[in-house]
């Protein structure tokens, strides 16, 4: 049964440090990978999405890498912003099992001005 | 674009009472998901539709939740009869799938249910 975990499950930093936010899987047959940002009382907004055969996608100041035979993903975020305070999941979509998604708890982000 | 449209945003009702959440996903998109996030479980995959088909309703905790899409703008969650453990945050999501890469998913702003 695929399970996808992300540590720490909070973080705080001061404005303009660079972080990674962690997120692992146990089962390796995925299609992609994908991070979304939650903001409170908001659904969620995809950041990027990391097909199987890719290694890493950016966008912005966000670069999400994929190591599929070690069950790793991070998120790394550059020059971090009081405004980039949410909440980020990620989610994989397993094989054989349609078009769902699997997803972490999330790790709670504050950036202090 | 108007993205995913959800309603209501809050419902509070009665224990027993019968509850429809409804979906409009994006227009183009052929795949709507339903979600629900707890403090205690994160976010659970109740059921997906596929061009207006379900697919996997393996997530629906019970028979007290049904889900329809008649047609590829509209869906309903209904919980009938409505239980206190019920209080959620209720997703509608919607993509397009199975052409080509997959597209992510969008997710409207969802409904707070709070069951008394």
């Known amino acids: 049964k695929q399970e996808v975990t992300q540590i720490p499950a909070a973080l705080s930093v001061p404005e303009g440090e660079n972080l990674v936010l962690n997120c692992s899987f146990t089962?390796?047959?995925?299609?992609?990978l994908q991070w979304f940002r939650q903001d409170p009382g908001k659904g969620l907004t995809s950041l990027l999405l990391i097909q199987s055969s890719q290694r890493e996608q950016t966008s912005g100041r966000l670069n999400a890498s994929l190591d599929k035979s070690s069950g790793r993903s991070t998120l790394y975020i550059a020059a971090s912003q009081p405004g980039d305070s949410a909440t980020y999941l990620c989610?994989?979509?397993?094989?054989?099992?349609?078009?769902?998604?699997?997803f972490g708890q999330g790790t709670e982000l504050s950036v202090k001005p | 674009d108007a993205g995913v449209i959800q309603s209501p945003r809050h419902e509070v009702t009665e224990m027993g009472q019968e509850v429809t959440l409804r979906c409009k996903p994006i227009s183009g998109h052929n795949s709507l998901f339903w979600y629900r996030q707890t403090m205690m479980r994160g976010l659970e995959l109740l059921i997906y539709?596929?061009?207006?088909?379900?697919?996997?309703d393996s997530g629906m905790p019970e028979d007290r939740f049904s889900a329809k899409m008649p047609n590829a703008s509209f869906s309903t969650l209904k919980i009938q009869p409505s239980e206190p453990r019920d209080s959620a945050v209720y997703f509608c999501a919607s993509s397009l799938l199975g052409q080509g890469e997959d597209q992510p998913q969008h997710f409207g702003d969802g409904t707070r249910l709070s069951i008394l």
């Open positions: 989610a994989v979509r397993p094989y054989n099992q349609g078009g769902k998604l699997i």
């Open positions: 539709f596929n061009n207006n088909v379900p697919i996997d």
């Open positions: 089962d390796s047959a995925i299609y992609n």
